[in-house]
């Protein structure tokens, strides 16, 4: 199983990966949040879980959490922290962690976390899909065909929020929210891009026939229906 393991402390990080290569699996790591966005942002490894930790060289990490569930669909989330009280394991849940460890920690209860997070969903490697309707997305190659042979060629951001509701169809997305967790920007003026990417996505989708509709209702939001 692929993980990936961000810390900004060098010794509990190493510890951490040792034990978890131990335990078979593939291990990335950064230390930073701008590590992490640029390893975001390459998309060379998919991880299947995400060991987080909340405070990275002063920052918040939870700021961070919308877009690694956006863009790691299939991933789960698992904070470390060294702040160990019911408010602060609620809020991290809340912002869309899957589960909270308090530090200090021993390596029995980290493998067991691991090992409930995937068990509570099951995790795909290589070829990860989702379909609905007659659409298939791939998470790991980041492709999609209709009828399960006609490619549709879309750009990352088409891409990502195709995957955004398909993931949660019939869910709302105002443009506020789609803005700041696919783009993480909230300028009002870069808000025209949403729509735009909206409108190239919908065209590509009717062009191939795809029984998948995105609707849209002014000043409510998007939705995605079959």
């Known amino acids: 199983m692929n993980l990936l393991i961000v810390d900004d402390e060098p010794e ?7 034990l978890t290569e131990g335990n078979g699996h593939t291990v990335k790591s ?37 877009h690694l569930k956006t863009v790691f669909a299939d991933s789960r989330l698992l904070i470390v922290s060294a702040i160990d009280t019911a408010f602060e394991k609620a809020k991290a849940l809340d912002a869309g962690a899957d589960d909270y ?22 995790l795909y490697g290589e070829g990860a899909q989702l379909q609905i309707a007659n659409v298939i997305l791939d998470k790991e190659d980041r492709s999609v ?3 399960g042979s006609v490619d549709v060629s879309l ?8 995957m955004m509701f398909a993931s949660n169809p ?56 079959t």
């Open 145 to 147: 065909k209709v009828d």
């Open 30 to 66: 950064a230390t930073s949040l701008e590590s992490l966005q640029q390893f975001v942002k390459t998309k060379a490894f998919y991880p299947h879980v995400i060991i987080l930790d909340r405070i990275l060289n002063g920052s918040d990490s939870l700021s961070q959490v919308a």
């Open 101 to 122: 460890i308090a530090k200090p920690f021993s390596a029995v209860e980290l493998i067991a976390r691991i090992n409930a997070l995937v068990r509570r969903k099951k």
């Open 170 to 225: 019939g869910k709302i997305f105002p443009k506020d929210l789609i803005l700041e967790q696919i783009w993480q920007s909230s300028n009002e003026v870069e808000s025209k891009v949403v729509e735009a990417t909206i409108n190239n996505l919908r065209r590509k989708l009717e062009g191939h026939k795809a029984q998948i509709n995105i609707k849209n209702m002014r000043n409510v939001g998007y939705w995605l229906e």
């Open 12 to 18: 509990i990080l190493k510890q951490m990966i040792i």
């Open 155 to 162: 750009s990352q951001k088409e891409f990502q929020v195709l």
